[in-house]
């Protein structure tokens, strides 16, 4: 495998305990607050695809919503997934929600010929782009995934440059920056969102875009994002600790990192925002004379 493909194929942040219950507290109504009204104006036995959906928590969360809809997660990463597919009889039982391993650049290695012939009628993401280098690709390929006749794709994208942290924690958001930095990642993901959309075919009339924020401030928030930072710079063959050793961070830098993280999650007044964009895009081929 060249290393661009390893970096195609692989989660920089990976999929430990700690970072897996970070994820696990999104939700449709943390996170899908610009798109729950669409969702409700659709046929309640919608198709929806949720593309990068990690251990699954927004995804069953409307599959409970939406019990008839028939609603797919995707993701490359087989422990998120497994994960995900041991919450269904406790999240979201009597509802038609599967979970399956697979890259989205390769539709076909995990959905059915007939899936991919009649497309989706939602294909959505959720801070799924901004993980993967040379992000438009896949977001052209969400637009392919979409039914042509009215199919929606859905994304809300996180901004990392945007980030405010109190108390601050400058060595963590460069050590951030630089990882994202090392894997091709793009951190303004975020603000670009509106372009890469037009850049894939969509006309401003069919796009929605708004904007919202992405918080950690009561403990229980702080607690699995700080957990999942520190477990990261425990573990010297996590990428934080190969980016650390890369830019010749010492260890007394690195024990600082872990101190600063301790005092965001102890500090009574510490939180962490994210200015989070989000589109809805229209597909309506008929109107532009059938294109693709
Ligand atoms: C930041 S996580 C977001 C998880 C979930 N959407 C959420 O917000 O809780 C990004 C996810 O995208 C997945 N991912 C990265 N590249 C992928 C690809 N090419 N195909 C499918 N999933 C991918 C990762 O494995 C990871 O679980």
Redesign the pocket.
């Known amino acids: 495998m060249t290393s661009t493909q390893s970096k195609?194929?692989?989660?920089h942040?990976g999929?430990k305990e700690d970072t897996l219950k970070a994820?696990?507290l999104?939700n449709a109504s943390t996170?899908l607050g610009y798109l729950l009204p669409t969702l409700s104006s659709l046929p309640p036995t919608f198709t929806l695809l949720?593309?990068?959906?990690?251990?699954?928590?927004?995804t069953l969360d409307l599959a409970r919503r939406f019990p008839q809809a028939k609603i797919i997660g995707?993701?490359?990463?087989a422990e998120?997934i497994s994960r995900a597919q041991a919450m269904i009889p406790t999240y979201a039982p009597n509802t038609r929600v599967e979970f399956r391993v697979?890259?989205?650049?390769e539709p076909s290695s995990f959905l059915a010929p007939e899936e991919l012939a009649t497309g989706f009628d939602v294909v959505h993401?959720?801070?799924?782009l901004?993980?993967?280098p040379n992000n438009i690709k896949?977001l052209r390929m969400m637009r392919q995934l979409a039914r042509p006749d009215g199919g929606i794709v859905a994304c809300r994208e996180g901004d990392t440059a945007s980030q405010l942290l109190w108390p601050p924690l400058p060595e963590s958001a460069e050590l951030q920056a630089r990882i994202y930095e090392m894997n091709g990642l793009d951190t303004q993901t975020g603000r670009k969102l509106l372009s890469k959309a037009l850049e894939v075919g969509f006309r401003r009339e069919q796009i929605t875009a708004t904007a919202s924020v992405l918080s950690n401030i009561t403990r229980e928030e702080r607690e699995p994002y700080g957990g999942s930072m520190l477990s990261m710079l425990d573990d010297e063959t996590s990428e934080y600790r190969r980016a650390a050793a890369k830019f010749g961070y010492s260890e007394e830098q690195v024990e600082v990192l872990r101190q600063n993280m301790r005092r965001f999650i102890e500090a009574e007044d510490a939180w962490r925002l994210l200015v989070c964009t989000e589109v809805i895009c229209r597909r309506d081929d008929k109107a532009e004379g059938g294109k693709q």
């Open positions: 195609q194929n692989s989660y942040i999929y994820f696990e999104r996170c949720d593309v990068g959906c990690g251990p699954g928590s927004i995707v993701d490359i990463g998120a697979g890259n989205v650049l993401e959720h801070t799924t901004i993980c993967i896949v």
